[in-house]
Each structure stands twice: as structure tokens, then as C-alpha cells.
């Protein structure tokens, strides 16, 4: 392999790997907090913050006071435990679990497997297929294989500093400092308050506890649904988002659980750690 292709190897991998762990904690449409947003995939949703003009009327009610009590509760817990199974069209699919805290930015840590996709078979040919991803409240790093380390010096994390993913793609990661920083599972619950026709679909048991199943529609192009299910505490036990991307229908389900966890990231040593703006940098040399 020359010199040149290995270094595009690199990079590739290092998109896919940045990929994966943007969507397994933010789901389908990221943050609603900076404004609209479009997710990893390019698949674009109504932001709660946009303007008045370019999204439904806020919801009134008692269905909007249920679910402002919701959003209150799931926001002032802190922290929970995750698991989630993610499918963005062909591109990639995936399984995420661990414990992520929301109190001053996000943090936490993550165990995410490849499923599925062609990423998946991308990074599958270069010996990974799970990696550890940490997030704290400036940047996240994931744990990439050996036969990635093989290529960067002996490192095997890859440092992803928020700032610095904004500047990607022609101004396409625009707000992602403050959609990483914002993720909270109670984000489902503010696209359901910007919903076309929120509905209380009913009462039903969700892994053994008793719950209310919510549900309501985002309209506008790329049409997006959202299912949330809570217990009587107003906790968000369950979550469904729903929407497409440019390579097919992209789902994420996640389950939320021990709310309060304690939750701890530790930022790996630095000299077993790459530099993701470096890696694109050495693509051009």
C-alpha cells in the first residue's frame, strides 16, 4: 500500500469512526438546541429553536404541559444508562451501550459494535468492529483497533475536538459543538412539543414497567417521527425516532434506565492518542 492510500485509509476510517459515535448518542437528527439541524447522514428535521415561521405552532394543553413536565424530570436526572440499535439506510448500522451524563455538557462512555452497512464492512476489513468511545464536554475519542494503531504510530484513540468538526464540509457541522454539548434524552421530548399531531397513543408495559406511549410527526420535506414512551415518574423509558437519509430510512430505538447513574470519562494518555484535524491534514500531504 503506498504511502498516499494509506493515508486516505486512515482518514476514511476516521470519518467512519466519528460517524458512529455522533450517531449513537445524539440519534437521527442531533440537538435541537443550535437551531435546524441536519443529522450525520444528511437527513434534516425541524429544530424547536428555529423560527416561528418555519415550524408548527408551539403545542398547547394538557398534552403540553404532560410533556414539558417530562422534558423537566428527564433533563434534571443527569444521567442514565443507554442502549440503543441504530440503522441509517445502507450506509450503516449499529448497537451502542453505556451510561452518558448531561449536567455540564455531555460525558459518559460508550461501547459501540458495528452491525451492518457499509461502513461496517469498511472498518470490519480493517479489524474493527466495536470500539469504546468517551465523551466529554470539549471532545470525544474513540478507540479504534490495532491494525489502525499499525498506521498512526502505535495510537489507538482518535481525538475528535468539537470546535474543530464544525469547520468540516463546507460549513455542514455548524452548530455541532453545541448539538454534542446539548444531547440530552429529553431532545425527543422538545421535537414532540414542535410535532404537527402529538398524540397519546395509550398506556403499556416497556421492559416490565408501566408507561405512557406518545407519539407526533415533523413535517416539512423529510418527514420524521418521533415515539416516546414515559413512566410515572415522567421518565423517558423508551425512544423511537424515525426519518430518512440519502441512503434509505434511518431508525434509531433507545432505552433509558437507572437515571442518576453515576457516570465517568477519562480522557485517554496523550501519547496514545491521534488528532483527527491532524489525520485530515496528512491526507494532503
Same mark, same amino acid.
Given at each position: 500500500?503506498?504511502?498516499?492510500?494509506?493515508?486516505?485509509?486512515?482518514?476514511?476510517?476516521?470519518?467512519?469512526?466519528?460517524?458512529?459515535?455522533?450517531?449513537?448518542?445524539?440519534?437521527?437528527?442531533?440537538s435541537?438546541?443550535s437551531?435546524?439541524?441536519?443529522?450525520?447522514?444528511?437527513?434534516?428535521?425541524?429544530?424547536?429553536?428555529a423560527?416561528?415561521?418555519?415550524?408548527?405552532?408551539?403545542?398547547?394543553?394538557?398534552? =403540553?404541559?404532560?410533556? *414539558?413536565? !417530562?422534558?423537566r424530570? +428527564?433533563? /434534571?436526572?443527569?444521567?442514565?444508562?443507554?442502549? &440503543?440499535? %441504530?440503522?441509517m439506510?445502507?450506509?450503516?448500522?449499529?448497537?451502542?451501550a453505556?451510561?452518558?451524563?448531561?449536567?455540564?455538557?455531555?460525558?459518559?462512555?460508550?461501547?459501540?459494535?458495528?452491525?451492518?452497512?457499509?461502513?461496517?464492512?469498511?472498518?470490519?476489513?480493517?479489524?474493527?468492529?466495536?470500539?469504546?468511545?468517551?465523551?466529554?464536554?470539549?471532545?470525544?475519542?474513540?478507540?479504534?483497533?490495532?491494525?489502525?494503531?499499525?498506521?498512526?504510530?502505535g495510537?489507538?484513540w482518535?481525538?475528535?475536538?468539537?470546535?474543530?468538526?464544525e469547520d468540516?464540509?463546507?460549513?455542514?457541522?455548524?452548530?455541532?459543538?453545541?448539538?454534542?454539548?446539548?444531547?440530552?434524552?429529553?431532545?425527543?421530548?422538545?421535537?414532540?412539543?414542535? =410535532?404537527?399531531d402529538? *398524540?397519546? !397513543?395509550?398506556?403499556? +408495559?416497556? /421492559?416490565?414497567?408501566?408507561t405512557?406511549?406518545? &407519539?407526533? %410527526?415533523?413535517?416539512?420535506?423529510?418527514?420524521?417521527?418521533?415515539?416516546i414512551?414515559?413512566?410515572?415518574?415522567?421518565?423517558?423509558?423508551?425512544?423511537?425516532?424515525?426519518?430518512r437519509?440519502?441512503?434509505?430510512?434511518?431508525?434509531?430505538?433507545?432505552?433509558?434506565?437507572?437515571?442518576?447513574?453515576?457516570?465517568?470519562?477519562?480522557r485517554?494518555?496523550?501519547?496514545?492518542?491521534?488528532?483527527?484535524?491532524?489525520?485530515?491534514?496528512?491526507?494532503?500531504r
Open positions: 500500500m503506498t504511502g498516499t492510500t494509506a493515508r486516505r485509509t486512515v482518514v476514511s476510517v476516521a470519518v467512519s469512526a466519528a460517524l458512529a459515535c455522533v450517531t449513537a448518542c445524539t440519534g437521527p437528527g442531533g435541537d438546541d437551531g435546524d439541524s441536519t443529522g450525520p447522514a444528511g437527513s434534516a428535521r425541524p429544530s424547536a429553536s423560527p416561528a415561521s418555519s415550524r408548527a405552532p408551539a403545542l398547547t394543553g394538557p398534552s =403540553a404541559d404532560a410533556l *414539558r413536565a !417530562v422534558e424530570a +428527564t433533563g /434534571r436526572a443527569g444521567s442514565a444508562r443507554v442502549e &440503543s440499535t %441504530t440503522v439506510g445502507r450506509e450503516l448500522s449499529l448497537e451502542a453505556g451510561a452518558l451524563g448531561w449536567d455540564d455538557g455531555l460525558t459518559g462512555t460508550l461501547t459501540i459494535t458495528y452491525t451492518g452497512g457499509t461502513t461496517a464492512e469498511t472498518m470490519r476489513r480493517l479489524g474493527t468492529t466495536a470500539m469504546e468511545a468517551r465523551y466529554l464536554p470539549d471532545a470525544y475519542y474513540a478507540r479504534m483497533g490495532a491494525e489502525f494503531a499499525e498506521r498512526v504510530g495510537r489507538h482518535i481525538k475528535y475536538v468539537y470546535e474543530d468538526l468540516l464540509g463546507g460549513g455542514a457541522g455548524a452548530g455541532f459543538a453545541d448539538q454534542m454539548r446539548n444531547t440530552t434524552p429529553n431532545q425527543a421530548v422538545k421535537l414532540l412539543l414542535t =410535532a404537527e402529538v *398524540r397519546r !397513543v395509550g398506556e403499556e +408495559t416497556t /421492559r416490565g414497567r408501566r405512557t406511549h406518545w &407519539s407526533g %410527526t415533523m413535517g416539512g420535506a423529510t418527514a420524521q417521527t418521533v415515539d414512551w414515559v413512566d410515572d415518574r415522567d421518565l423517558l423509558v423508551k425512544k423511537v425516532e424515525r426519518g437519509t440519502e441512503t434509505g430510512e434511518l431508525t434509531q430505538t433507545a432505552y433509558y434506565s437507572d437515571y442518576g447513574v453515576r457516570v465517568s470519562a477519562e485517554p494518555p496523550a501519547a496514545d492518542t491521534a488528532d483527527f484535524r491532524e489525520l485530515l491534514a496528512s491526507q494532503g
